[in-house]
């Protein structure tokens, strides 16, 4: 699996994020390659989430720069970055909860300039087993309808990236495998690369291509899933944490 | 001229501040804007009125501030507890039905028409300030005002029930976690604001006649009040009252139209450039 | 809804005034249930601000009192002819209200409600104080001229034709208001009010949908506060103050808000519980009180959600089951 012919669709260099004396990120590199699904693990409070928030613009970065395929984003805004195909979902459920639910994923397809929201909005809520739930209210979807349903608004206008903050936080086994097989079919047949933070081992190590640890704002391993399991700097920082 | 516009306004700041912390306390507590609370005040006044008819005022002072207490330990236990999940509007909108409850039941026991309610005798003199003679009863109001700003902020700062009040206003589900009985609290908190709006009432009601209006006239100086002192804040809102009780005083005579719309352009400038208002968190 | 659909119960509503309005006898009936679809618009105009952008106005009495002072101020200055000074003070009302919305809007929560009450309160002191301008606490009686549109006053005075065009003018704003909510438009602003921050992250500009729904249900306030002054000839400080503000408020959470029309059903609550309750009518505050804090604690979505509730709950045949879930 020669993984680094594929071309690199995110590239974060050398991202630092300081406030208040606190180095929440401190020199990170990742690189993202095009149809992969590249796995961020690490402790609570190891910076993942921060780093997210970094490379989808919610931040500021102290240091560092980050391109999406050939362009360099570093000085653009959330909204600018999401036009240009970088997604992501959040970690708590962020949808419009009096809203029909294809109402909001045709507006927000809408609203990226998509020509034909419509069908837009309902290619991808086939595709995430939410066209039966098209007419109903986001209020009244089951928790693990309404993370789909989070993820289906991160998908319009067919994103190349999409960052997911732990999309499995609350869900069943069964609702993770689902989500899981939704993820791997989106990088096959859509060309969507994901980048994935997650606290569910089993998914990572099972759907990444690519597996980066992070700990204290650092990373500690990078490479295939058996490689970075395998290594000892990563059993101790799982082993030393309390998390 | 001056000195007894200045004494009238310190006087009628004194009565804000006593009405006033019990607004902020329900609000600091929870999270309520008590629509109700100028009715309370008015309720408090009447009950005490009758009281006093049949013992005298010492004991209406007392008294009337404790039945208001009660109802103010029911209104938390059976209004605001059960509805605190709720949307804040709701609540509000319930005070609001609470206010015209009692304004009704005002009108129906005591009627429409204006009562005086005569200042007790051992206060029913003139003493010499500064070359003006002002009514004993009002250096009087002066005084308790004084008081429940001192008492207040000594038991908040000093006490341990004091402490969990600050506590549970800033973050109510951790200090429940700690053991504090929240709810018992807040009952307390909620009667203690209620209390002390009926103590305001019976305070004003001897030098300010009872009527059905009563309640209008003041509550929209409480809001004034509050919010300049910024919601929540004990501290904030005696310093509001005193300063919003010298602009109406002084105002009503030198510059009618300007006094009455001030309060109020300085109520829409905090909310608009500093909505947690000037003092910012809480007591 | 369907166009179909929002077509006959339009023409059904308008059918049903018409009914009233020739087969009322009373004039007394007629009056009340005028100023119970005046308060209605009122109502609705409150109950939209609530709905759409999620928040509470307790200063709304604001536009209703001032679209009557500034039609009654216009037709004293003799500037313009009726129909145009109506058109005028609906616009000022709109752009004034879209200005101010601009800057409060961003306020949030309670403090919102808390500066429309100030900024209400300022108007309501302002006009109670400027006798030349605004006739000062006794009001302002509105010169009405001998023809409006075409039709003469002594005939639009008739309680049946005053009532007609209040009713008409209800049914054209729910109307007009049904469409404009079902466009691109009304989902924007429903985006808005569930989740901002998401909004924006989809790229909506949410300054801008905000300050129109408050415009707009300054608008409709406004367009109440004009039938309030064809139907009194009168305005007074009273028309302006918090406690109407207050009153509209009630009318929106009793009636319910997840429909459009709740308002308007509070409304008739309000003045049925004033008016007709005869003897007990002396006590219509404690009512109407009482009331609310019920509704609030037992049925949130109000006396129209209940409706729903229950002819949902009887499994009731389609259309008005529908009509009464929009």
Redesign the interface.
């Known amino acids: 699996m020669s993984t680094s012919e594929n071309k690199l669709v995110l590239d974060a260099q050398d991202v630092a994020i300081h406030y208040g004396g606190v180095k929440a990120v401190d020199g990170v590199s990742l690189a993202l390659r095009k149809g992969q699904i590249h796995g961020l693990i690490g402790p609570n409070g190891a910076g993942k989430s921060t780093v997210i928030d970094a490379i989808t613009g919610r931040r500021r970065l102290t240091r560092g720069k980050v391109s999406l395929g050939d362009v360099d984003v570093t000085e653009l805004g959330p909204t600018q970055r999401r036009q240009l195909g970088l997604s992501r979902s959040f970690q708590r459920t962020s949808i419009f909860e009096h809203m029909l639910v294809r109402q909001q994923v045709e507006l927000a397809s809408y609203k990226m300039g998509v020509t034909d929201s419509g069908a837009d909005a309902d290619a991808i809520l086939q595709e995430l087993d939410l066209m039966n739930l098209s007419h109903a209210v986001a209020a009244d979807l089951g928790y693990g309808e309404q993370r789909r349903l989070d993820l289906a608004l991160a998908l319009v206008g067919r994103p190349s990236v999409l960052l997911l903050d732990e999309p499995m936080a609350g869900l069943s086994v069964q609702e993770s495998h689902d989500l899981a097989k939704h993820l791997q079919a989106l990088t096959s047949r859509w060309d969507v690369s994901v980048l994935l933070v997650e606290h569910d081992m089993d998914v990572v190590f099972g759907i990444s291509n690519v597996v980066t640890v992070f700990e204290l704002g650092r990373v500690i391993a990078n490479g295939e899933p058996a490689a970075v399991r395998a290594d000892p700097r990563v059993r101790t920082a799982y082993l030393g944490s309390a998390a | 001229m001056l000195t007894i516009n200045l004494f009238n306004g310190l006087v009628y700041g004194a009565l804000l501040i006593i009405m006033c912390s019990g607004l902020a306390l329900i609000y600091g507590l929870r999270r309520v804007v008590n629509f109700a609370h100028g009715s309370l005040y008015m309720l408090g006044a009447y009950i005490g009125y009758s009281i006093a008819g049949y013992s005298n005022f010492w004991v209406a002072l007392v008294a009337a501030p404790a039945i208001m207490a009660i109802l103010g330990v029911l209104l938390d236990r059976y209004g605001f507890r059960l509805l605190q999940d709720r949307d804040p509007l709701s609540v509000v909108l319930v005070t609001f039905g609470l206010l015209l409850v009692i304004e009704d039941f005002v009108l129906t026991v005591w009627g429409k028409s204006n009562y005086s309610m005569s200042v007790p005798a051992a206060l029913n003199m003139t003493i010499d300030l500064a070359g003006t003679s002002v009514p004993a009863y009002r250096i009087a109001v002066i005084a308790m005002g004084a008081l429940v700003a001192i008492s207040l902020s000594l038991w908040l700062r000093n006490s341990k029930i004091g402490l969990f009040v600050r506590a549970a206003s800033t973050d109510p589900t951790t200090t429940a976690m700690q053991g504090v009985n929240t709810d018992a609290l807040s009952a307390g908190v909620v009667g203690l604001g209620t209390a002390l709006a009926g103590l305001a009432g019976v305070v004003a009601a001897p030098f300010l006649s009872l009527s059905p209006s009563m309640s209008s006239d003041v509550i929209i100086d409480s809001f004034v009040v509050v919010v300049i002192g910024g919601l929540g804040s004990l501290a904030g809102a005696f310093i509001a009252a005193m300063v919003l009780g010298m602009i109406q005083a002084l105002g009503a005579v030198y510059l009618p139209d300007a006094a009455a719309l001030l309060p109020f352009a300085l109520m829409v400038a905090i909310l608009i450039w500093k909505p947690a208002g000037f003092a910012g968190s809480r007591t | 809804m369907s166009i179909q659909r929002t077509s006959i119960t339009t023409v059904v509503a308008l059918a049903v005034g018409v009914a009233v309005a020739l087969g009322v006898g009373s004039n007394n009936v007629l009056s009340l249930l005028t100023q119970a679809v005046i308060y209605a618009v009122f109502a609705i105009g409150v109950g939209l601000l609530?709905r759409q952008n999620g928040m509470?106005s307790f200063g709304h009495a604001l536009y209703f009192g001032f679209s009557g002072y500034l039609v009654g101020i216009l037709l004293q200055l003799k500037v313009m002819p009726a129909e145009a000074a109506i058109v005028v003070t609906l616009l000022a009302v709109t752009l004034m209200a879209f200005v101010m919305g601009l800057?409060?809007v961003?306020?949030?929560?309670?403090?919102?409600?808390?500066?429309t009450?100030?900024?209400g309160?300022?108007f309501f002191?302002?006009a109670s104080?400027s006798r030349g301008l605004t006739g000062g606490a006794d009001g302002m009686s509105i010169e009405w001229p001998d023809t409006l549109f075409g039709v003469a006053q002594s005939q639009l005075l008739k309680p049946s034709a005053m009532f007609l065009i209040c009713w008409v003018t209800l049914i054209v704003v729910l109307l007009l208001l049904t469409l404009l909510l079902g466009t691109?438009f009304g989902?924007?602003t429903?985006?808005v009010?569930?989740?901002e921050?998401?909004?924006?992250?989809?790229?909506?500009q949410t300054l801008l949908p905000r300050a129109a729904i408050y415009a707009l249900s300054a608008t409709v306030t406004g367009v109440a506060g004009l039938l309030s002054a064809l139907n009194t000839g009168f305005v007074s400080p009273e028309n302006l103050h918090?406690?109407l503000s207050?009153v509209a408020?009630?009318m929106v959470?009793v009636g319910g808000n997840k429909v459009l029309w709740g308002p308007a059903l509070g409304a008739v609550v309000y003045f049925f519980a004033k008016d007709i309750l005869g003897s007990y009518a002396?006590?219509w505050?404690?009512i109407?009180?009482?009331?609310?804090?019920s509704v609030?604690?037992f049925s949130?979505s109000g006396i129209a959600g209940a409706l729903a509730k229950l002819v949902r709950g009887q499994g009731a045949p389609g259309a008005l089951a529908r009509i009464l879930r929009h």
């Open positions: 609530l509470v800057v409060i961003r306020v949030p929560g309670v403090a919102f409600g808390m500066l009450l100030a900024i309160q300022m002191l302002t104080r691109r989902s924007i429903e985006a009010r569930d989740n921050e998401r909004a924006r992250f989809i790229g909506i918090w406690s207050g408020l009630m959470v002396n006590h505050m404690a109407f009180g009482i009331a609310l804090i609030i604690v949130p």
